[in-house]
């Protein structure tokens, strides 16, 4: 038998001292979260009180000019809306599919895991060489040209990886017993990938390429390279047409010496980001109709 | 007991290999129409996979391989050209954890019908199904509320619901009550009494009391091998091998 006494003795609970730790770090990770939202905040505001006076109408109704005063955005704002369209056009069903056939159908084993760890590793790529490798592609070997439809191939190409591991991670969170629910019924695979892995699986596949589309719209590099103009005084009217994109037109006035084309490149920003805003309000808007039925 | 009826189910010097390592061993059971029969045994003894070879569930665990043979009505199931998905269709199968499908009440009841192209009104087979399960009366009038918004057993009888509903000619379940609490173990274990009319049952179960209860007869496995197998009453008041003996009594396990 043990007294009391000595069952306290075997312990040291310290209070005090883990009640201290525990604040400190608690107030660590308070400061690291606000380092990122007070800057994001700050750079915020300070493009907002630049830029905003200048978005009107005719700024996003008007061709790039040399005279800051009659600039506008209208060439870049169409481009990067020809941009997002391709784009998401291209990479949700091949992102899809390829998640799919890796999860669902694949064999498993070494080659298996090579594929995955090369798709990994893609995600890694800088940007700028999947520029190069648009650029070789489909500028010059497919023939596209510097046409819109090369850029949106180029960050199709870019955002793949993203699109696929995200996916895949989606479908591989719905619970293997609803898989086998579906096959003890006598349905086939496909049926069970269709009508149950891809309904539960839809709003995390969203998420993830709802992020990769919004990170593709944001690209300047790859585009550069593929041959988006800097200068565009028409929109695009079919994907063969060449292009422009908004982060390009704000590079190019960014770029510039006069202080009157800085305030131009700041409301360009709110526009992007406007678009940006409204492209992942009305995903999410989607996704969560998905996830309601569920 | 009645009289000796057709044999549906029947496995022959049946073996199963994860890998290297056999879980069943050289098994032969015949299973009758319309009887109920209880697979018990420790855990790891092979009862489960004994079970789910007979719709050939094993095809989806990764390196599981059989050896000898599965009759259904005599026709081997694991002979060439034998579709699985047909095979499942025709014997049901009930999960140890409810596993509704995260739809309603009415999808769930409908599915298997639906991807199987059922030609009748899907109204009624949905109705008739949820009474054979004896969860009518608590969800007709919520059928399109989600299914998980059910209680535990009764998101289990949704799920005998759902295997009724492709109308299958054997139900297997495996540990369907090892997580409900008794109340809604008693509901499942009448529904199996009075489903006993229409279907052949095979339940895997570690609960030997739910053996005695449900079954007509019993097996006995004990690593791999089916040590025995008889009548129920038999098995539990005069086992003729002794590890069944020391098993029924609670000397290991």
Redesign the interface.
């Known amino acids: 038998m043990i007294s009391p006494q000595q069952r306290r003795e075997r312990f040291s609970p310290r209070q005090k001292q883990r009640g201290r730790a525990a604040m400190a770090l608690q107030a660590l990770f308070l400061a690291a979260t606000l380092v990122g939202v007070v800057s994001l905040a700050v750079l915020f505001v300070d493009i907002l009180i630049t830029g905003v006076g200048h978005i009107s109408w005719d700024f996003i109704n008007s061709f790039p000019s040399r005279f800051a005063e009659r600039a506008g955005i209208k060439s870049g704002l169409s481009g990067s809306l020809w941009l997002l369209g391709l784009t998401a056009a291209f990479s949700f069903p091949l992102g899809i599919a390829t998640a799919i056939w890796l999860e669902e159908y694949a064999p498993?084993g070494w080659a298996m895991r090579t594929i995955q760890a090369n798709i990994a590793n893609l995600a890694a790529v800088p940007s700028i060489v999947y520029g190069i490798l648009g650029l070789a592609v489909f500028v010059r070997w497919f023939n596209l040209g510097q046409s819109v439809l090369a850029g949106a191939m180029t960050l199709t190409l870019l955002i793949l990886p993203v699109i696929i591991i995200s996916s895949q991670e989606a479908i591989r969170s719905v619970?293997s017993?609803?898989?086998?629910?579906?096959?003890?019924?006598?349905?086939?695979r496909w049926?069970t990938v269709s009508?149950?892995v891809l309904p539960?699986a839809l709003p995390g596949i969203m998420t993830g390429t709802i992020l990769a589309l919004s990170r593709a719209i944001g690209e300047t590099a790859p585009l550069i390279i593929v041959g988006a103009l800097a200068y565009m005084p028409f929109t695009p009217s079919g994907p063969l047409d060449e292009f422009t994109a908004l982060p390009i037109q704000i590079f190019n006035w960014v770029s510039r010496p006069q202080p009157e084309f800085h305030v131009l490149a700041a409301a360009g920003i709110l526009v992007l980001m406007a678009v940006l805003m409204t492209f992942n309000l009305f995903a999410i808007m989607l996704r969560n109709r998905f996830s309601k039925r569920? | 007991m009645p009289p000796t009826t057709a044999p549906v189910v029947e496995t022959r010097d049946l073996y199963v290999y994860y890998g290297k390592s056999a879980a069943v061993k050289s098994v032969s059971i015949t299973i009758e129409t319309n009887r109920v029969v209880a697979f018990i045994g420790p855990s790891g003894c092979g009862k489960s996979t004994l079970l789910r070879c007979i719709n050939r569930m094993n095809d989806l665990v990764p390196g599981a391989r059989i050896e000898g043979e599965v009759l259904f009505q005599g026709l081997n199931l694991y002979g060439h050209g034998v579709d699985p998905i047909e095979v499942r269709r025709r014997i049901g199968m009930v999960f140890q954890k409810p596993n509704p499908f995260p739809k309603s009440i009415f999808e769930n009841v409908a599915f298997g019908a639906r991807i199987n192209g059922y030609k009748g009104d899907l109204g009624e087979l949905v109705e008739k199904s949820l009474r054979q399960a004896a969860l009518w009366d608590e969800v007709k009038d919520r059928l399109n509320v989600g299914a998980l918004s059910l209680s535990g057993g009764q998101q289990q009888r949704l799920c005998i619901a759902r295997a009724l509903a492709i109308e299958p000619e054997v139900l297997l379940m495996d540990e369907p009550t090892s997580a409900l609490d008794p109340i809604a173990t008693q509901k499942i274990e009448e529904l199996i009494y009075n489903l006993k009319q229409d279907y052949t049952i095979v339940i895997v179960t570690h609960n030997m009391q739910q053996a005695a209860r449900v079954s007509d007869q019993t097996a006995f496995l004990y690593m791999g091998d089916l040590v025995e197998f008889g009548q129920t009453d038999q098995i539990f008041t005069n086992p003729r091998e002794e590890r069944t003996e020391s098993y029924i009594t609670g000397r290991f396990g």
């Open positions: 498993r619970p017993s609803i898989r086998l629910a579906s096959y003890a019924l006598g349905a086939t049926q009508r149950q539960m569920l």
